[in-house]
């Protein structure tokens, strides 16, 4: 069997397994479905509940697509700006990390408080989650130049724009990426946080509403879509890696 | 050619001074617009502000009104300070604590007029009677308002506080504990959470005993309607409208159950309609028991000094004068056809 046959069927049989004897357990053990629901009855709600579904799958997506592109702008924006401006690197920088370490939890009521009802608060979580490794992972690309090839441009008079474009940037492409993998994924625990606290659509309110109706399989449904998401997503920025920097090779162990 | 413009000109200036002087549909009054915030996520006594949303009450007094989900109640009373919410639903002691904060929000209409605290408990664990949780576990939330009154229902029913073991666990996580059996009590408010265990309890043979506070002499507000000094100060027609809009549409809703629960439960299709249905007819029975003379959403005097009192020594707060927690200035006089 091939590599990449491998790479499809095996978490597919892997996973398959794993709702089977999940199935069997329930049922054997006569667990009740408020507490975990059998494979079956998660099936059976997400059919039931599909236009239901559909509206707020989409209000999440927006929410995490649209934080993460500021993210992504904003993160590499400041890395730059980090890279080659000491005031920054010196005066903005311990405040990324400060918020990155501040519980997102606690401040999405505060964010909703002070921005009101609408998206606006839900897509700034979504940012502030994803916001420092973008910003990181390109500073640490940057950084990362090879001073031999900074001096062979220096010495074929290439201006700082220059050795920054040519050299430079896309020597950090490979971080920013590894940076965007982090990051897409945090955006949507970030986007879900928001609808936890502040929103009437989204999977995060399903999950919330489900919580408090004791409603499990459609809590396990709605997490089930927001896993599929994240795995979409992230495959989506593996497939734009290979797309902007395809001489990029990853290392590989060979077995 | 000249003349000929001249006096379009002045034909077209006279056309529209007259449009001007004269009143029409076209140029009247915009409605004002206000967010209502509730104190939760949807749940049963909630309901009852729908029909004045879908009826039309709030357009035949000139308002546009949305209606948004809460956070809990010290949430909806930051709201109506911050301005985020010209109106929110609070229970009366989230607002005690506020206003002993400095925190300038008023009640000026009450929903529950009896508290929706109530005691859930494992009659499988032994607890038949109130006395009966002594010795017993009862999980919750430090700031769930079920847990911060239990002394206070203790002392009114004759119970040892201090043998009740208290379990501190997150908000939701005390509904599956007390349903799996690893504790013995929860708090939870009727109305809101309360049918749940009634669906689940039936469905897995679980037996359930439940205490309502009030059944033992506690007396305090339930969900009452709040608004900062601020809007009460520079808006008090508009509040007088949206109050005379939604007690209208209270009464309706008590007085055509079956209806509002159907425009309750299509109004949010994501939420089970089995809940919903199950906290609006629970909603009832704290709506009219208790109900002032003159009608829906009158706050009395004494009443609201018990809240504040039991709340105070409770969570040991600066005292909160019963003027400042409270008027009945805006209501209109609003009773239900149907009784109790």
């Known amino acids: 069997m091939s590599e990449k046959t491998l790479r499809i069927i095996g978490p597919l049989v892997f996973m398959t397994a794993l709702i089977i004897l999940w199935e069997i ?7 009740p479905t408020f507490l ?4 079956s009855k998660v099936v059976q709600t997400m059919i039931a509940s599909g236009p239901l579904l559909f509206g707020h799958t989409f209000v999440t997506i927006y929410e995490i697509l649209l934080g993460f592109a500021i993210a992504a702008i904003f993160g590499i924006l400041l890395a730059i700006g980090a890279a080659y401006i000491r005031f920054i690197e010196l005066c903005v920088m311990p405040l990324v990390v400060i918020f990155q370490v501040l519980p997102k939890v606690a ?3 505060l964010l909703v408080m002070w921005m ?3 998206e606006s608060p839900k897509i700034v979580v979504a940012f502030l989650i994803c916001f420092f490794s973008v910003v990181i992972n390109t500073l640490a690309g940057l950084l990362s130049t090879e001073n031999d090839l900074i001096d062979l441009m220096h010495s074929i008079k290439a201006s700082r724009f220059q050795i920054f474009w040519k050299v430079q940037f896309p020597n950090a492409l490979p971080f920013i990426f590894s940076g965007f993998e982090i990051s897409i994924t945090s955006a949507v625990i970030g986007a879900i946080i928001g609808e936890f606290v502040g929103s009437e659509s989204g999977l995060g309110y399903l999950i919330m509403v489900s919580q408090q109706n004791m409603n499990t399989p459609l809590m396990f449904v709605s997490i089930t879509i927001l896993g599929v998401i994240g795995l979409i997503l992230f495959e989506l920025v593996v497939f734009l890696e290979k797309i902007f920097i395809p001489w990029h090779e990853k290392t590989q162990i060979k077995r | 050619m000249r003349t000929l413009f001249k006096f379009a000109f002045a034909g077209f200036m006279i056309a529209h001074l007259i449009i001007l002087s004269t009143p029409s549909a076209a140029l009247a009054k915009e409605p004002d617009k206000l967010i209502f915030g509730m104190n939760a996520v949807w749940y049963g006594v909630h309901g009852y502000f729908i029909p004045a949303l879908k009826l039309g009450y709030y ?3 000139n308002l546009d009104v949305d209606i948004k989900r809460g956070y809990g109640s010290g949430d909806a009373i930051k709201r109506a300070y911050a301005g985020q919410a010209d109106i929110a639903l609070s229970d009366l002691n989230s607002l005690v604590v506020a206003r002993s904060q400095g925190v300038q929000v008023k ?4 929903l529950e007029n009896l508290p929706p605290h109530c005691v859930i408990a494992r009659r499988d664990h032994g607890v038949k009677t109130i006395k009966d949780l002594e010795g017993k576990t009862f999980a919750g939330p430090k700031a769930d308002g079920n847990i911060i009154m239990l002394p206070t229902l203790c002392a009114l029913a004759g119970v040892d506080f201090s043998k009740i073991k208290l379990i501190t666990v997150d908000f939701l996580s005390k509904d599956p504990l007390l349903l799996s ?3 013995d009590a929860i708090g939870q408010f009727q109305a809101g959470g309360a049918t749940k265990y009634k669906r689940i309890a039936k469905r897995e043979n679980i037996d359930l005993v439940w205490f309502p506070y009030f059944k033992y002499g506690f007396k305090a507000y339930g969900l009452s309607l709040v608004a900062s000094e601020k809007m009460m100060k520079e808006k008090p027609e508009v509040i007088k409208r949206f109050l005379a809009a939604t007690l209208k549409g209270v009464a309706w809703a008590l007085d055509n159950q079956e209806k509002a629960v159907k425009m309750y439960t299509e109004f ?8 919903l249905e199950g906290g609006f007819y629970d909603g009832r029975n704290l709506i009219m028991p208790g109900m002032h003379p003159n009608g829906l959403g009158w706050m009395d005097r004494e009443r609201v000094q018990y809240t504040i009192d039991v709340t105070v020594k409770a969570q040991e707060l600066k005292p909160v004068g019963v003027d400042e927690m409270f008027t009945n200035e805006l209501l209109p006089k609003i009773k239900p056809a149907s009784k109790e």
């Open chain 2, 107 to 110: 009640a000026m209409a009450v």
């Open chain 2, 268 to 275: 949010r299709p994501e939420m089970s309609s089995e809940e």
């Open chain 1, 107 to 109: 401040v999405a009521p």
């Open chain 1, 116 to 118: 009101g009802y609408g």
């Open chain 1, 25 to 31: 357990v329930v049922r054997a053990f006569k667990v």
């Open chain 2, 59 to 61: 357009k035949d007094v």
């Open chain 2, 181 to 183: 059996g690893k504790v």
């Open chain 1, 36 to 39: 975990i629901p059998a494979p």
